[in-house]
């Protein structure tokens, strides 16, 4: 399981001007880091959805986890946790006579063939029997060598590895709206 904290903290003068601040300014504070937070978490799950291929259900808006800001840690954080996904998650293909399972992560980028660099093992999907009686896991497989047996599930990107990267193209942007926010609240505050 891979996990991943995202936070969106105050530069570390502006804490020590906040120290002398009323009451009124900490809790201006907290309130804004919560609310972007919020936005960030709403945000962060749209674009996961537009930009990447990966089913429904194996990321939810309720995976991405706030711990919200306090008067006393003005700091807001957004967590995701998951572990990675089965190729099977995302869209594939299935493989043909010439062609091994192709894939696409990520919306639009085209359909990646799964094969070793020399293109010799080609993946493919298969049901395997998981040793209870009448039951059968079904997934793109790849084998390791040249013999028959054995053979490795293909696992794409985590939810974890999602969030981080779209977080990273987020950042710069959050960033600068925090800081005009908290100009705003000091303005509101002080005068």
């Keep these: ?18 120290g002398e601040a009323p009451k009124e300014m900490k809790r201006g504070l907290k309130d ?44 807001a954080v957004l967590t995701v946790s998951g572990q990675t996904e089965s190729v099977k998650s995302y869209r ?12 696409e992560v990520i919306r639009g980028s085209g359909w990646k063939e799964l094969k070793m660099k020399n293109g010799s093992l080609k993946a493919f999907v298969a049901g395997v029997t998981t040793g209870h009686t009448g039951v059968t896991h079904t ?10 047996f054995p053979i490795r599930a293909i696992h794409g990107p985590s939810r974890a590895k ?11 942007e959050k960033g600068s709206e925090l800081t005009r926010r908290v100009r705003a609240l000091a303005e509101r505050t002080l005068s």
């Design 1 to 18: 399981m891979r996990m991943i904290t995202i936070t969106a903290d105050v530069p570390g003068r502006l804490v020590d001007q906040l």
């Design 32 to 75: 804004v880091l919560n609310e972007m937070a919020k936005e960030s978490r709403e945000e962060l799950y749209a674009k996961s959805r537009s930009r990447y291929t990966l089913k429904a259900g194996k990321f939810r808006k309720s995976d991405i986890r706030i711990r919200k800001a306090t008067v006393s840690r003005p700091e």
């Design 92 to 103: 594939i293909r299935k493989n043909t006579i010439r062609k091994g399972v192709r894939t």
């Design 139 to 148: 997934d793109v497989f790849q084998r390791v060598g040249s013999a028959r």
């Design 162 to 172: 999602l969030a981080d990267v779209l977080f990273r193209d987020m950042q710069d």
